[in-house]
């Protein structure tokens, strides 16, 4: 069994609820940095930790921290971005679902480490029992003195509210999310100024994902290089993985970052692998804006070693040969799937989600839209590819935010690795749509655990 | 129908906007939306809009361009009961379109249409982040999912039982 820090107490029944909570170490984590440590000395041992964003970017928390200005007599926000939108990405919610204490600890430590009193948690609209279920918590957080004022005795203050959005992926890049939390339209912001100078109404802002605010309970509980001696290299920690598509167990799962790729999908203790004997012919990794891979270069690196579930394995070969760790939406395509198809409905996606400010996003998602719809019902021409491509790359870089990006890469991914498949929808119109094209050599050679599970 | 929050309705309100600081009431104006929708016959229209405009203190024109941003305000009546099914990569892998387009044939309307008796509307939406457990819809507040023929059945049943 994978070590765990975030739902090793997940099984016990009512953990929802304070009491359960608190009855089984819940808030001694709060206790510890309120009463006994400085803010400075929490944020030292986030920066140990190695901790990094768990929202997608990866980007080191300690150092986020440090960033943020502390003019005087200004007030300083943090903000819990719970907007998971990201397709293939649930685990935020199975977070805030079951254990919404550990998210209300987490807050009140990193609220404490970084000066704010008044913090906000901006749930993506759809989601819409949940912010019961997290008000109830800080309702019974308040009522045992872990809110409020003069905090356990203290002397520090600190409210939490729930802000509910309304529809809307782009909200998840933190200026956006700002923007919408001012009650704007959730159009991203031209940086700089960065949020940790002029974010929320102008004032210094720190805005972090869910799962990156709950892991600092466990870092202050076992402390900062403990916490770095789970994971591998510079993925310390464990990290939330949450998985679907073709696979045998769906679902949320916590891991040690030292497994392999394989071994997360065939495992029992995770995917469980494939459902009815089918082999594996592509997955993405990390949420849909990261580049997919064929089988065999998502088990193994194209050096030939096991790619592992870490942010640097995922990441081996850069773009040509790998993929990213993002937001930890592992989403699994077994042979039956087309991947003109998938890739149609991902662009489809970022057409609707896109904002309307860059115009090489707002045009260009529609663009590439249309045309793998056309390829996708045979309609398709041979230079359609290369458009496509063309338009990728004329999005990729050329926009105010990553969003851009996040639906030039799925698209750029899949010409990259399954051109053939594309082709093949050109040159055979009729076949494109009454049946998928199948493995090809994406699997060659099958990985030995494929092979078995197709037995 | 006047628009008008009731007492409880106006409470919240003035609750939501003391979650903010002092002159920032503008940042209500999600949330206010959500509960004007709840209110108002599950959509928004130009009254609902300047109403809120008016308790909030700012233009018409802020509410507008809010409102037709986010995807879960709707602009136009919708039935009583709206199934919004993703049909985003995840779903479609476990076969969204089919369940789509099973609700088309029981219902017989198109996407985005509502039935003649005003009960069902049928919408697509994109990513609810309940890809572990697709296919999938919203219906209300709370998610509907591991979608089945069988069990789109017992949804449809279930709402026209409330229904009468």
């Known amino acids: 069994m994978g070590r765990k820090l975030l739902l090793d107490k997940a099984h016990i029944e009512g953990i929802r609820y304070y009491d359960t909570y608190r009855n089984n170490g819940g808030y001694a984590a709060a206790e510890k940095a309120l009463k006994s440590m400085s803010p400075e000395l929490v944020i030292e041992e986030v920066k140990k930790s190695g901790l990094r964003g768990r929202g997608g970017a990866g980007f080191p928390t300690g150092l986020k921290w440090s960033f943020l200005a502390k003019p005087e007599g200004v007030p300083r926000y943090l903000v819990c971005n719970a907007d998971e939108s990201e397709p293939g990405t649930f685990k935020d919610r199975y977070l805030m679902e079951f254990l919404p204490h550990l998210l209300i600890e987490g807050l009140l430590i990193s609220s404490f480490a970084l000066g704010a009193n008044c913090t906000y948690i901006y749930i993506r609209g759809e989601y819409a029992w949940i912010p019961d279920i997290l008000e109830e918590a800080i309702n019974d957080a308040k009522k045992n003195n872990w809110l409020g004022k003069n905090i356990q005795g203290t002397g520090y203050d600190l409210e939490i509210y729930v802000q509910r959005g309304a529809g809307a992926y782009i909200c998840g890049e933190e200026t956006a999310l700002i923007e919408s939390l001012e009650g704007k339209r959730g159009n991203p912001r031209i940086k700089p100024p960065f949020p940790a100078v002029k974010g929320l109404w102008q004032s210094p802002t720190v805005v972090n994902n869910v799962e990156t605010l709950a892991a600092v309970v466990p870092i202050i509980n076992i402390g900062g290089d403990e916490y770095a001696k789970y994971g591998t290299g510079k993925s310390t920690g464990t990290k939330l993985i949450s998985a679907c598509g073709n696979i045998n167990k769906p679902g949320v799962y916590e891991i040690d970052m030292n497994i392999s790729v394989e071994e997360f999908i065939y495992s029992d203790e995770f995917c469980g692998g494939i459902p009815n004997g089918k082999r594996l012919k592509a997955c993405i990794p990390g949420g849909s804006s990261v580049p997919i891979l064929p089988a065999n270069l998502l088990l193994k690196t194209a050096k030939g070693e096991p790619r592992m579930m870490t942010y640097e394995s995922l990441n081996d070969g850069g773009f040509a040969t790998g993929s990213m760790m993002g937001s930890g939406g592992f989403i699994v395509l077994d042979e039956d799937q087309c991947v003109v198809r998938h890739t149609m409905s991902l662009a489809r996606f970022y057409h609707h989600e896109s904002c309307g400010q860059c115009s090489p996003c707002r045009e260009g998602t529609g663009w590439m839209k249309k045309v793998l719809l056309n390829i996708e019902n045979g309609k398709g021409k041979m230079t359609d590819i290369d458009l496509l491509w063309d338009i990728q790359r004329k999005i990729e870089g050329n926009t105010i935010c990553p969003l851009g990006d996040a639906a030039a890469w799925p698209v750029a991914a899949a010409i990259r690795h399954f051109r053939d498949e594309f082709e093949w929808h050109v040159t055979h119109p009729e076949e494109a749509m009454i049946r998928n094209f199948g493995l090809a050599h994406y699997a060659d050679p099958l990985p030995v655990v494929a092979t078995a599970a197709a037995v | ?164």
């Open chain 2, 1 to 164: 129908m006047a628009v008008q929050f009731s007492e409880e309705n106006l409470n919240k309100v003035k609750e939501i906007i003391a979650r903010y600081p002092e002159g920032k009431q503008k940042s209500a104006l999600l949330p206010v939306l959500h509960l004007a929708q709840e209110s108002f016959g599950g959509w928004l229209s130009a009254e609902s809009m300047d109403y809120v405009a008016s308790l909030l203190q700012i233009e018409p024109i802020e509410v507008y361009e809010v409102a037709t941003f986010y995807s879960m305000y709707n602009l136009k009546p919708v039935g009583k009961y709206l199934f919004e099914v993703c049909h985003t990569g995840p779903c479609m892998l476990n076969g969204s379109d089919n369940i789509i387009d099973y609700i088309k044939e029981t219902l017989g309307i198109s996407n985005g249409e509502t039935t003649t008796d005003g009960l069902f509307t049928l919408k697509t939406v994109e990513c609810l982040g309940a890809c572990g457990y697709a296919p999938m819809m919203q219906l209300g507040k709370h998610f509907r999912e591991h979608l089945t023929k069988a069990k789109v059945d017992e949804i449809i049943a279930e709402c026209r039982s409330k229904a009468n």
